[in-house]
């Protein structure tokens, strides 16, 4: 529990780091085997409700070139911070920026801060927690000292100190929260190699001949890429959180661009006058990260043929 | 118990010194030239020169690792390139101050988040256990800036309660009371995601306790509620909480980051904010370090205290460690 900024993103206990390992054999997965997850995923009401709200919001952000009724970057009106009116539903900033409009835009930006470094450092965890966890031995030893080192700078911290030490931009954030998030799905995933190493079906499948890399994509990767990946999921709402804080700082997203982040930071100057351009980005930010924790949760049920069948 | 302690301590020695190895190199390797920060714009490059060889930049890097670790050790955190004088002389300052509001906030958040946790436990999936329980769902994941700036427009801006910036008054100030009224806000903002969490965790342990053989003999042997809850189960369900309450102030060390700039309190994360911004390493470099110390000796305590707590822990580590 030394590393403990996203195990403190609401997870539930059994999806921190000693991984519940719900076997699934491998050939059977597939087709079937999703059709099953979704049904036992559609069951949740709230994960469903959660995942719903999420693709509006991404499909929102996706299109916001087409639907977002002004130029994001551009003053709409000479009245600062203009209450919400018709034309302008929900008014302006305090450089008279349309708000609704730098929302669907800014949402692009905040939920790739959410989803791709998390995605990265799922996939790179994946690597060097299976080459960890399965070899064993040095390559083991090695991974788990550096982990403990990284492991003693707090979370935010080591993302801030990394995205210092670039130039500020999106890329630099992506690249920070990668770095910093990689130690933590990085021990999810060894450990749970480490479970699966040690059951029959892996014996069985050296006993038939097959070969270590075989093993590893055919037999192990499957197994522990579902409780990453819902580890994973949970961690992209924090991630949000995060990335947003970066954006706060002036340490991500630049002008004219704007997240989610930099809208909070914008909106302080017109605090007392109209407080709206601070609420609703920051009211966005809690209603996607919460949206990602349910379906995390949803996704756990789901995906543990164990829980399925409950 | 002494040998418990003895071994964490042990292997936190080669945690401490990786963690100063990543914050060397990691600054290290950060943009922008110490010696073009010193010397100014017009400085031609003799003088750059002459300055990277009075601080020793043009030696190999292990050397210099060394050199800065030596002086580290002695107290010397080297000079701030922003302040032109000691990191030494200011730091420690700052992070008293940080280590107010920390410790402020973590205790509030102990306090709330225990309470409401218990109580919310004693009545399962009541009314009051089902909305506290999506209340702290929504506090969890809040932003902390966010949330300090809607508590300044709110007790700040509208009401007027509290100052919103600073730890003193600019007139006049200065006095114990005068710095809690500027604490009182920041702390507010830290506490309530940690209390969100420690709510959640002490109800899913008092849960769990309240559900095993020796509540149901005490509840038959007819003690009263509130002698169960105090000393059966909350006694059992403690080693778990006072872990997450360690690591929430842990995180509050952090955490408090953001609170700082954004209620502009000179502390820790508020020096560091401005060291990076003006690439003033040497303050970034001890700004870190301190926050990494405290972060390792904090989870160390928190395992010591937890071996207290629990003897099991302790009696299964003694048995590891004697192999």
């Given amino acids: 529990m030394k590393g403990h900024s996203p195990d403190r993103a609401i ?11 719900g076997v699934t054999s491998g050939t059977r997965s597939g087709l079937r085997g999703l059709a099953g997850a979704w049904r036992a995923y559609r069951r949740d009401r709230s994960s469903l409700i959660a995942l719903v709200f999420l693709l509006m919001v991404a499909g929102a952000s996706l299109l916001a070139p087409a639907i977002a009724p002004h130029d994001p970057s551009d003053a709409v009106t000479f009245r600062h911070a203009a209450p919400m009116s018709e034309g302008l539903v929900l008014g302006a900033d305090g450089d008279g920026r349309d708000v609704l409009s730098r929302l669907l835009w800014g949402g692009r930006i905040s939920l790739m801060v959410a989803v791709l470094p998390t995605l990265l450092a799922l996939a790179l965890s994946l690597v060097i927690g299976i080459a960890a966890g399965y070899f064993g031995r040095w390559s083991d030893h090695v991974a ?4 403990d080192m990284v492991f003693a700078f707090p979370l935010v911290l080591l993302a801030i100190v990394i995205a210092s030490m670039l130039s500020p931009g999106i890329l630099t954030v992506t690249v920070a929260i990668m770095v910093a998030l ?32 075989a093993i590893v994509t055919r037999y192990v990767l499957p197994n522990v890429l579902a409780p990453a990946l819902v580890y994973a999921t949970t961690l992209m709402g924090f991630m949000m959180v995060v990335g947003a804080g970066l954006s706060f700082l002036g340490l991500g997203t630049q002008p004219p661009d704007a997240d989610w982040g930099v809208m909070v930071a914008d909106g302080r100057a017109v605090l007392r006058k109209a407080p709206h351009v601070t609420i609703i980005p920051g009211v966005m930010i809690i209603l996607v990260s919460l949206s990602f924790a349910f379906v995390g949760d949803g996704l756990r049920d789901a995906l543990d043929p164990r829980r399925r069948h409950r | 118990m002494g040998w418990f302690i003895a071994g964490r301590l042990l292997a936190a020695i080669p945690v401490l010194f990786g963690v100063s190895v990543v914050v060397f190199t990691l600054l290290h390797f950060a943009p922008g030239d110490v010696a073009s920060v010193l010397a100014g714009p017009m400085a031609s490059e003799a003088i750059k020169e002459a300055i990277r060889e009075s601080l020793g930049l043009n030696r190999p890097l292990p050397v210099q690792f060394l050199k800065w670790l030596g002086n580290l050790l002695h107290g010397d955190f080297g000079t701030s390139l922003v302040y032109k004088r000691p990191v030494a002389e200011f730091i420690f ?30 009545k399962a999936h009541s009314l009051f256990d089902r909305v506290t329980m999506a209340v702290t769902m929504v506090v969890g994941s809040t932003p902390l800036f966010w949330l300090g700036l809607i508590l300044v427009l709110l007790f700040a801006l509208t009401w007027r309660v509290f100052p919103a910036t600073g730890m003193t008054s600019p007139v006049g100030g200065g006095g114990f009371l005068d710095v809690v009224r500027h604490l009182v806000l920041p702390a507010v903002a830290a506490a309530m995601p940690s209390a969100a969490i420690i709510s959640r965790t002490a109800r899913a342990c008092m849960i769990e306790t309240l559900g095993q053989n020796y509540i149901r003999v005490a509840r038959a042997k007819g003690l009263r509620r509130n002698l169960i809850l105090r000393k059966h189960a909350f006694r059992n369900a403690l080693p778990p909480i006072a872990t997450v309450c360690g690591l929430e102030l842990a995180f509050l060390l952090t955490g408090v980051f953001f609170v700082e700039v954004v209620f502009a309190w000179p502390g820790l994360g508020n020096a560091l904010y ?7 390493i040497p303050t970034v470099q001890a700004a870190v370090l301190l926050i990494a110390l405290s972060f390792v000796v904090i989870n160390l305590a928190v395992d010591v205290l937890n071996a207290w707590l629990d003897p099991r822990i302790r009696v299964s580590t003694a048995r590891q460690g004697g192999r």
């Fill in chain 1, 11 to 21: 997870v539930p206990a059994d999806a921190r780091g000693s991984a519940s390992v």
């Fill in chain 2, 93 to 122: 300052e700052k992070f008293f101050n940080t280590a107010l509001m920390a410790v402020s906030g973590a205790l509030l958040a102990c306090m709330i988040g225990i309470t409401i946790g218990i109580f919310a436990a004693s």
């Fill in chain 2, 274 to 280: 401005y060291a990076i911004i003006a690439h003033d």
């Fill in chain 1, 144 to 147: 788990m000292r550096i982990l």
């Fill in chain 1, 182 to 213: 990689t130690p933590y799905i990085t021990r999810l995933v060894r450990t749970a190699t480490q479970s699966v190493k040690g059951l029959p079906f892996i014996e069985a499948a050296h006993a038939a001949g097959a070969g270590e890399l």
